[in-house]
């Protein structure tokens, strides 16, 4: 992904991503493809559950007039959130006037035309959910976003990773979800017009049983959320407070070490309870690194150390790795060891 920063821009940014990097399968016209109602849930309910929570802990203002960027007929807008006006702009006119969040519905097709129908400084949030991979000119239409918030207001962008394939543009189809992350990043860095941008990241938990999914053994539809404040927001408002989706048992520090100084006897993660699995230290002809030849490592997938960690590794810019739960029984010490996938270091288990 190029620096937007570094680039000499002679034509449109899109032509840094190739020709036809936003393409799509399908080029008929959106409004047909959308004039199929779709009363659908588009994510697991976790994973909606998560959504909502990231919009409650983000949109702070009282009172907040928002816009739903391509809206279906959930808006996701949290029970305790009491808007003034919630106006939705989206294709299909059957889900927005089933939307029983908002007050307003827009039919635009940003992907013929990406000026949004609104006046300047119009909205203190805009929130795009599981959509921005539809927009084949996102540079134009972030501008726009810029354009209509209010100084300091909040543009949120949540993507997952399922999709029309035939509606999704070629370069998110070829992206990895990391690389999707620095997409929409640099959509709004392009634009000029927001602060610094956060990513919040929450994957690999277990997905729900009820899920019409559930069978096929996958985790819950993964949720990452960038977001940043339009430039010239009022500084002595401080920042916005960071999300917080909880998952697992709180546990005090207390009761954290006990479980830890317990794991000799038990052998079970102090986080989850589960047992542990002997796990071979593998050879490393470069350096030694433990003197042991085995460890302890906790590989339940839905773990709250493990499932935590994506977010927490994000955020300390180790973007795509998570950590899972290490028992050293030479030094009787439990660590947290590095892996990019929920099928990393398995190959080593011996027990
Ligand atoms: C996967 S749905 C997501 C709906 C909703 N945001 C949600 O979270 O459930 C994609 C939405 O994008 C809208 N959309 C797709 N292409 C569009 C376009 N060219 N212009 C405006 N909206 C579009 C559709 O109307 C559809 O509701």
Redesign the pocket.
Known sequence: MADAQEIERTSSPNALFGEDAFSRLDEGD?RVF?SLDRFVD?LDSLALATVEKIIADLVTEDDPAIL?L???W?S?IPEDLHPSRVVG????EN?LNENKALTGAVI?????DPLLPFPDNTFDTVVN???VD?MTRPFEVFREVGRILKPGGLFLVIFSNRM?PQ?AVKIWKESGEEERVLLVEDFFRESGAFEKTTVFVSKGKPRPKDDRYAHLGIPSDPIYAIYGEKKGGDPSRGARPKVTVPYGEPLSPEELEKRKRAVKETLSCPYCGEKMRKWAVPDNPFEVTWDNDYMYICFNDACPYYVRGWDVMYRDGNRGASYRLMYNPEKDCCMPIPVPSPKALRESIID
């Open positions: 959106d959308y588009h739903d391509m809206a279906g959930d996701h702009l989206g294709l299909n889900e635009h097709d940003l992907n013929k959910t599981v959509s539809y029309f509606k």
